[in-house]
């Protein structure tokens, strides 16, 4: 496996399947989001790559440590080609990930020694 994106901390909309017609669309906002989108901050976000195809992997922090909060294999990724900038990707399963990077340190935030080789609590991709 290795690490093709990571970003953190960054800011994420998530859309649920066949919400909109062009997931290149989607932009990272928390006002106007389609019906059924969440607006997350301060997550990490690490795209790896492994003989299967690329993976999708976002953490957050939590009181007790990191945590894992979504996994789940590519369809299809659009890399802006800057960080600062939108970028979007395609589930398997058809959810839309806008993301970017949020300036600033987050200092204090357990997620900026959060590895995604480390062993995380178990979560079932739909698509497998």
């Known amino acids: 496996m290795r690490v093709l994106h990571d970003l953190f901390p960054?800011?994420?909309?998530v859309v649920p399947p066949n919400t909109v017609d062009d997931f290149k669309s989607v932009a990272v906002k928390s006002s106007d989001l389609?019906?059924?989108?969440?607006?997350?901050?301060?997550?990490?976000?690490?795209?790896?790559?492994?003989?299967?195809?690329?993976?999708?992997?976002?953490?957050?922090?939590?009181?007790?440590?990191?945590?894992?909060?979504?996994?789940?294999?590519?369809?299809d990724l659009n890399w802006s080609g800057n960080k600062t900038d939108d970028s979007q990707l395609i589930t398997k399963s058809g959810k839309i990930i806008a993301f970017k990077y949020q300036k600033g340190c987050n200092c204090g935030s357990r997620l900026r020694s959060w590895s995604p080789y480390q062993t995380m609590d178990s979560i079932k991709d739909p698509t497998s």
Do not use: N
């Open 34 to 75: 389609p019906t059924g989108a969440r607006y997350l901050e301060r997550v990490r976000i690490v795209v790896t790559s492994d003989d299967k195809g690329d993976i999708v992997m976002v953490a957050a922090d939590h009181h007790t440590g990191p945590r894992l909060i979504f996994s789940e294999r590519l369809a």
């Open 10 to 13: 960054a800011f994420i909309t």
